[in-house]
């Protein structure tokens, strides 16, 4: 049964740092792994999808990684900003489920 | 434009009552599904329908009836409301394959009194 974790649970970081957030799956048979951003009482968001074949995704100031053999996965984010301040969440696709991790909560202090 | 869109967005019900949510994705996606967000914000696989036959059940109390009338409508009826029902269910499609970005819609906060 895939399994996600997601570490740390929480984070706060002063605004301009750069940061890393880790996501880890037990069942390395997937399709992709999504990187999502949830902001309190919204939906959503799709940050990053890097798929199974892939080691990385760009965009912006965000870079995911991807291994696979090993079931892991990081968000790095550059130059932090408050703005950033959300929940981050690592999802992992396989045969019509998307399984998630439970987030971290990431804080920028201004 | 919206890619995901639910309705309503909040719902507020007394224990007994029947409710149905609503999920539209004008994407062409294959997949749609239902998750749960809980009080701990843990998001958790309720149903995953593809091409209107469902493909995954997680479980879910007899209570919670999906139906999906086309491939981008995916809709959700809970029957005999309880107390622990309440939480905000969300909607989503994707694509199939590895290419399956997911998109979710706003969520339905339901609230169960």
């Known amino acids: 049964k895939q399994e996600v974790t997601q570490i740390p649970a929480a984070l706060s970081v002063p605004e301009g740092e750069n940061l890393v957030l880790n996501c880890s799956f037990t069942?390395?048979?997937?399709?992709?792994l999504q990187w999502f951003r949830q902001d309190p009482g919204k939906g959503l968001t799709s940050l990053l999808l890097?798929?199974?074949?892939?080691r990385e995704q760009t965009s912006g100031r965000l870079n995911a990684s991807l291994d696979k053999s090993s079931g892991r996965s990081t968000l790095y984010i550059a130059a932090s900003q408050p703005g950033d301040s959300a929940t981050y969440l690592c999802a992992v696709y396989r045969d019509d489920k998307i399984i998630f991790g439970k987030g971290t909560r990431l804080h920028i202090l201004p | 434009d919206t890619a995901v869109s639910q309705t309503p967005k909040y719902l507020v019900t007394q224990m007994g009552n029947d409710k149905s949510i609503k999920c539209e994705q004008n994407l062409g996606h294959d997949t749609m599904y239902w998750y749960k967000q809980d009080s701990k914000k843990f998001l958790k696989i309720m149903f995953s329908y593809n091409n209107k036959e469902l493909i995954i059940n997680e479980t879910v109390p007899n209570r919670f009836s999906p139906k999906s009338p086309d491939k981008a409508h995916l809709n959700l009826h809970i029957n005999s409301l309880e107390l622990g029902d309440s939480a905000v269910y969300f909607c989503?499609?994707?694509?199939?394959?590895?290419?399956?970005?997911?998109?979710f819609g706003q969520g339905t906060r339901l609230t169960v009194v």
């Open positions: 890097i798929q199974s074949s892939q």
């Open positions: 989503a499609s994707s694509p199939r394959g590895e290419r399956a970005e997911a998109f």
């Open positions: 069942d390395s048979a997937i399709y992709n």
